[in-house]
């Protein structure tokens, strides 16, 4: 079993910054391939990044790449999102997930663990 809970969302300027951070409990974490989804007002809930359990290979959508950065610590049981040049279509609430296959996916469906998600606001 692994709780999540996401921390660092808030409101922001359009071109501002905003780091996340997903803290995890459970001896395993360090085992579990990571995710950051997001669910926009009127939209379905949608990839942002993933990240394999030992951190070397990282995964983004088309739409944050070169902008975000998914990263981990296994050490602090903590997945990490740093957003630079936030846009006003990044508004949202950000979900981190996690999953224990090996196979990292876009799939919201592959990850079983979810966190309750932290609320992104990007004012233009």
């Known amino acids: 079993q692994v709780q999540l809970v996401e921390s660092g969302g808030g409101l922001v300027q359009a071109g501002g910054s905003l780091r996340l951070s997903c803290a995890a409990s459970g001896r395993t974490f360090s085992r579990y391939k990571m995710g950051w989804f997001r669910h926009a007002l009127g939209k379905e809930r949608e990839f942002v990044a993933a990240i394999t359990w030992n951190g070397i290979s990282t995964f983004y959508a088309d739409s944050v790449k070169g902008r975000f950065t998914i990263s981990r610590d296994n050490a602090k049981n903590t997945v990490y999102l740093q957003m630079n040049n936030l846009k006003p279509e990044d508004t949202a609430v950000y979900y981190c997930?996690?999953?224990?296959?090996?196979?990292?996916?876009?799939?919201?469906?592959?990850?079983?663990?979810w966190g309750q998600g932290t609320q992104v606001t990007v004012s233009s």
């Open positions: 997930a996690a999953d224990a296959g090996v196979a990292v996916t876009t799939r919201l469906h592959d990850y079983e663990y």
